[in-house]
């Protein structure tokens, strides 16, 4: 059965970048290349599209924010390849021949009879000899990356079913009515940005998210996403007011005196920040509003290559962009639903007086930091000999000598067990492979994050996913 397309997907862990900002760049590049295929009289463009079948693969996953995989596919019957408008130049559809004979990618030959990568590892300006001008990387784009472009040489047509669980798009020359030219599936950074980009290129644009909550569930979200919500802003909000315990300290140095020690209210904290993330989403709704994006509440569920269901109602759309992100990833241990994840954390009702956090990537690490200054007793439980496995070792060092100077208590090379609740007193008592028992108020995971593409309807219509959850993809952009 011939895949018909979904003009983008997003749930994949193909690529670590800094934040939801960068995740939204990548979909502003999927999003401006779909738009690319949009007829001349929506769009104000007069390029025409390529005549073989072209795929631009793109996936991320904004680490700790966002997980998206973006998939872009069309046919049409010119020769040349579409126009990308603004930005990102460096980066062009590759076309995928289905003929023999040599392939291009973006400028490079490649034999008709292997698969080819060509790749440009972190250089910080320096372009490795294997890139081709294609694919070097945009100048404004600031840092250093790499650019992968994998173009198969197997002769599959976009629409042919038969690779990577990707479906194709019916020919742009097959004109249909559909209730929107894009319609995104997850209103984060990326998916509101994304939106609010391609309409106003004219575009007729919707975006589906479950309603506003503060702690994420399978039947609640909102506007702004994971970084907004739950994430990146939150956090740094509890980072910024557990700093000032070290300032008060260190003024008495400068010659400030106080009365008595400064003491903190945890319940006015959480307070005031959630009317932050209340009005920060007010302001995304307001964007999407005056970008005339058209904002559709509920879960949405992938029923067709071009339909959406959204509660009862279901709607179509020429391009499907899927902007789901991801969720805390929880591992299965018994005892694991006592424990509690990064959303939760920002929703405790007062203050623990003890913690131990479960991981040792930055995002426990910087709760860890948070409730140790604000007093709390804090355990970090990590199976490497050292926290922030893949950062420079200098940092890795450094770091760990100064988190446990403050007090931190670091169990290196260790893994959870088991989570117990005490009877007689409510506390957990977390269990290590080595034996070692640590009884604490709460147990917190910070072990990484999974796709959101669980219900979605993903392979119900023709895409593969992994067993993470991810949708398989072939072609891989890291900026």
């Known amino acids: ?105 973006a400028g490079a030959d490649i034999g008709a009879d292997e698969d080819h990568f060509f790749d440009r590892r972190p250089s910080w300006g320096r372009l490795s000899s294997r890139s081709p001008r294609g694919c070097r990387r945009d100048r404004r784009s600031g840092g250093g990356g790499w650019i992968r472009c994998h173009v198969s040489s197997s002769g599959h047509s976009a629409g042919d079913g038969a690779t990577n669980g990707a479906s194709s798009s019916s020919s742009s020359s097959q004109e249909t009515n559909y209730d929107y030219d894009v319609l995104t599936i997850g209103a984060g950074s990326g998916g509101v940005r994304a939106s609010r980009f391609v309409a106003g290129f004219g575009a007729k644009v919707a975006v589906c998210e479950l309603p506003f909550a503060l702690t994420s569930s399978d039947s609640k979200g909102g506007v702004g996403g994971t970084c907004v919500i739950r994430g990146c802003v939150p956090k740094k909000l509890l980072v910024y007011g557990s700093q000032f315990a070290h300032e008060f300290l260190a003024s008495k140095g400068f010659g400030w005196s106080f009365d008595k020690e400064p003491s903190h209210d945890w319940v006015t904290l959480i307070d005031n920040k959630n009317k932050e993330i209340q009005r920060l989403t007010g302001v995304y709704r307001k964007l999407l509003d005056g970008s005339k994006v058209d904002l559709l509440e509920g879960r949405a569920k992938l029923v067709g290559p071009h339909t959406v269901e959204v509660g009862s109602k279901r709607y179509t759309a020429k391009n499907i962009l899927l902007a789901v992100g991801g969720r805390p990833f929880v591992p299965d241990i018994p005892g694991k639903e006592y424990g509690i994840t990064s959303d939760e954390a920002l929703e405790l009702p007062e203050r623990p007086q003890s913690i131990c956090i479960i991981g040792g990537g930055y995002i426990a690490l910087e709760f860890a930091s948070i409730f140790n200054a604000l007093g709390t007793e804090t355990h970090v439980l990590i199976r490497q000999p050292k926290v922030l496995r893949g950062f420079d070792e200098e940092i890795r060092d450094f770091l760990g000598e100064q988190l446990q100077t403050r007090g931190i208590k670091i169990h290196n090379r260790a893994s959870p067990v088991s989570v117990e609740k005490d009877a007689d007193t409510g506390k957990l008592v977390l269990t290590t492979d080595k034996g070692e028992k640590i009884t604490t108020e709460v147990v917190m995971f910070a072990t990484g994050r999974k796709p959101r593409t669980e219900r979605l309807g993903a392979e119900e219509v023709g895409v593969e996913l992994d067993s993470s959850g991810a949708i398989k993809c072939l072609y891989v952009i890291r900026l």
């Open 1 to 105: 059965m011939e895949r018909q397309a979904l003009s983008a997907m997003v749930g994949g862990n193909g690529l670590k970048l800094g934040g939801a900002c960068a995740a939204a760049r990548t979909l502003i590049y999927s999003a401006r290349t779909i738009w690319s295929q949009s007829s001349s009289s929506i769009s104000g463009s007069s390029s025409s599209l390529p005549s073989r079948r072209w795929a631009v693969y793109l996936v991320s996953y904004a680490r700790g924010h966002s997980d998206t995989t973006a998939r872009v596919s069309s046919s049409s019957s010119s020769d040349s390849l579409p126009s990308i408008p603004g930005g990102f130049r460096g980066l062009r559809a590759a076309p995928l021949k289905t003929g023999a004979g040599a392939q291009r990618c």
